[in-house]
């Protein structure tokens, strides 16, 4: 048996996704992140979610959310308002492994 190492992109390409789109289970306080100096979030989300726009203002797309939690965890200034799991049927659908 061989073990094939595969990109994270990959990966996350082979999982399923159900959007909320009426309800996000995530969202920002964007005037709490903008105090945030370290900004954690932008490298700890294994999904790479979190991001700066043009005029330094944090964006968030929770429709690729691997609901790990670990945002939550790491967001010092307690700029995520609101963190909850995707109501049922939705949210993120393992597909492998």
Known sequence: MSIEKKEAAELLSLDKFNVDE?????????????????????YVCPAVLYKLDANKEMSFDYAGCLE??????MCQKKGIVKWQYPRGTFGINYRFG
């Open 68 to 73: 790990c939690g670990t945002c939550r965890i």
């Open 22 to 42: 009426d309800e996000a289970h995530i969202v920002l306080d964007k005037s709490i992140c903008r105090q945030c100096a370290a900004k954690p979030c932008l």
